[in-house]
């Protein structure tokens, strides 16, 4: 069982940059693949970035490619989502997540374990 808790989100201004928190503890969180993903109102939870245990893989979803950095320190059991550029449209309640399965993915029925979520709202 793996716990997880985000934190990092609130109100920003179109170009702004926010870093989001993904806090993990209970089974080794250094030994699996873990992911972003955002649910906006009225719309499916979509894939954002997701990072292999090792950190040296990444995967982006292309609306975020050259905006957003993923990164983890499996040392302090911590994953990061790095915004820059932010935009209207990325106004969402972002989750992280983590997987079980060896090799980065990007559906979200591939997740095992999740957080509450964080609320990002960006406005114009």
């Known amino acids: 069982q793996v716990q997880l808790v985000e934190s990092g989100g609130q109100s920003v201004q179109a170009g702004g940059s926010l870093n989001l928190t993904c806090a993990a503890s209970?089974?080794?969180?250094?030994?699996?693949?873990m992911g972003w993903f955002r649910q906006a109102p009225g719309k499916g939870r979509e894939f954002v970035a997701t990072?292999?245990?090792?950190?040296?893989?990444?995967d982006y979803a292309d609306f975020v490619k050259g905006r957003f950095t993923i990164s983890r320190d499996n040392a302090k059991n911590t994953a990061y989502l790095q915004m820059n550029n932010l935009k209207p449209e990325d106004t969402a309640v972002y989750y992280c997540?983590?997987?079980?399965?060896?090799?980065?993915?990007?559906?979200?029925?591939?997740?095992?374990?999740w957080g509450q979520g964080t609320q990002v709202t960006v406005s114009t």
């Open positions: 997540a983590v997987t079980k399965t060896v090799y980065i993915v990007r559906s979200p029925a591939n997740y095992d374990y």
């Open positions: 209970g089974r080794p969180f250094s030994y699996l693949p």
């Open positions: 990072i292999s245990y090792s950190g040296q893989y990444t």
